[in-house]
């Protein structure tokens, strides 16, 4: 249940960062018990609509920890609340960007408004550490003023920009693929410590980003094993139809969305009537989406919810026969994890997946594999599975059992957590002297891909 929220205007924030460069200093964190605090700053959803951040969060203040939050306002949220212990300080969001100075402008004016409400938070709540989730890979710069007063930073990693350019725009070179890569290096070595959401972005830190073995750390963005547990199905979403089939997540142009439609419009074709599909989500692509489900005569057949909560996930998944994961090949999504793939197997559905290298990792034999960019395999292995209970009910247990022998975030908070008691200490032990207000100077070389 949500808290209730303390309204804030946006015109109460205070002047940027530049005094924290003066040699003035920072003020001591305010929460009153002596706590570590931690910021975290992220720029992609706002909190607590993003999962992964929002488990961060709940995980160190289950251990302790004070946590601030700076992020952008979604529907309906107030400019500050204080959520399950956490303290959220929101900023309005900027227009959609439309072409590169429109995507530069929403940068600079996100990077600003944070920069504006981390002063807020210093007054306010005080932090000792900071976090920076990207994308974009520009709060590195942020982070450097207070890391020369001691602040280390922490970089959390979902995305690998370079190769989200070069799989929307199908090229890596150029010069804002370099660009990406510049920034991307500059966070690698300002950050005391990098935080991976799988392997294989660990090694591009490791390789890419010259960290070493000690400074990456793997924390998976797994589900809840204790709240997303498959319930009592809601008949009503199957829409009059035998089954449902889910997709669940962000709709943008490197998601493979289209290729569900399609794929759909293939089982109709071949005399499958029996089907309903729910598109749980929203983005970029989403009143696109809505326009090729009406050229494909499809609307009889597919519902669009556009953002949801817990609840109506947990009505979908547990009332869905197959969970799709429809993303195709590209040098970002195939060392990427899926996040609705490892949702899927916390209800015990069984996925169909094209064959990517880290969906291999998360699903196992949970899932079925087709070669990429093959509609008529995938509609043909969603058409087996509806027609075999049996294997769907096998398929759904044995990712269940993945998500709760090894990717459930009750594995991965432990590891999240101890990189904070790596740099700050532990709420219960002394507060780390060396870390209060002590100038530490920091330079920064792209080229050697370090902090000194």
Request: a negative charge; aromatic letters at 8%.
């Amino acid at each position: 249940m949500r808290a209730a929220a303390t309204p804030m205007t946006d015109a109460e924030a205070p002047a940027p960062v530049a005094g924290a460069v003066t040699g003035t200093p920072l003020p001591e964190p305010s929460g009153g018990d002596g706590r570590p605090r931690v910021l975290i700053i992220v720029q992609n959803l706002s909190v607590p609509l993003d999962r992964r951040v929002w488990q961060e969060c709940k995980a160190l203040v289950a251990e302790g920890y004070g946590v601030s939050v700076i992020c952008p306002k979604g529907p309906g949220e107030a400019s500050y609340e204080e959520l399950q212990g956490v303290r959220i300080h929101r900023y309005m969001p900027p227009p959609a960007a439309k072409g590169l100075a429109g995507y530069a402008g929403e940068f600079i004016y996100c990077w600003l408004r944070t920069a504006a409400l981390s002063v807020k938070v210093v007054r306010r709540d005080g932090f000792d550490v900071i976090q920076a989730c990207n994308p974009p890979d520009t709060y590195w710069a942020l982070a450097l003023p207070y890391m020369a007063f001691g602040k280390p930073f922490v970089f959390d990693q979902h995305d690998l920009n370079p190769e989200v350019y070069a799989s929307r725009f199908g090229k890596a070179e150029g010069i804002l693929y370099n660009g990406l890569l510049a920034l991307e290096r500059a966070t690698y070595a300002v950050a005391d410590k990098v935080i991976s959401t799988n392997e294989s972005y660990r090694e591009v830190a490791m390789r890419r980003g010259k960290r070493t073995d000690g400074d990456v750390t793997v924390v998976r963005s797994g589900p809840d094993a204790r709240t997303m547990v498959r319930g009592e199905p809601v008949p009503e979403l199957r829409k009059g139809r035998k089954h449902l089939l889910a997709y669940l997540g962000i709709m943008g142009p490197q998601d493979g969305v289209d290729g569900v439609l399609h794929a759909t419009r293939r089982l109709i074709d071949r005399g499958r009537d029996d089907v309903h599909v729910a598109l749980l989500g929203f983005g970029d692509c989403l009143e696109d989406l809505k326009a090729l489900s009406t050229e494909l005569k499809l609307d009889d057949h597919v519902t669009f919810t556009g953002r949801v909560g817990p609840d109506e996930i947990r009505d979908y998944l547990s009332t869905a026969s197959v969970g799709l994961s429809p993303d195709p090949m590209s040098p970002l999504n195939d060392v990427s994890t899926m996040n609705k793939t490892l949702e899927y197997m916390a209800f015990e559905l069984p996925v169909v997946a094209f064959d990517l290298k880290e969906t291999h990792v998360s699903a196992g034999d949970a899932a079925v594999y087709v070669p990429d960019g093959d509609l008529d395999g995938y509609a043909a292995a969603v058409s087996e599975l509806l027609d075999d209970e049996e294997r769907r009910r096998d398929m759904g247990l044995r990712g269940r059992k993945r998500i709760e022998d090894e990717f459930a975030w009750q594995h991965q908070a432990p590891r999240y957590v101890e990189v904070f008691r790596s740099l700050v200490g532990a709420p219960d032990a002394a507060r780390p002297k060396a870390r209060a207000g002590r100038l530490r100077l920091v330079t920064t070389s792209l080229l050697s891909g370090r902090a000194q």
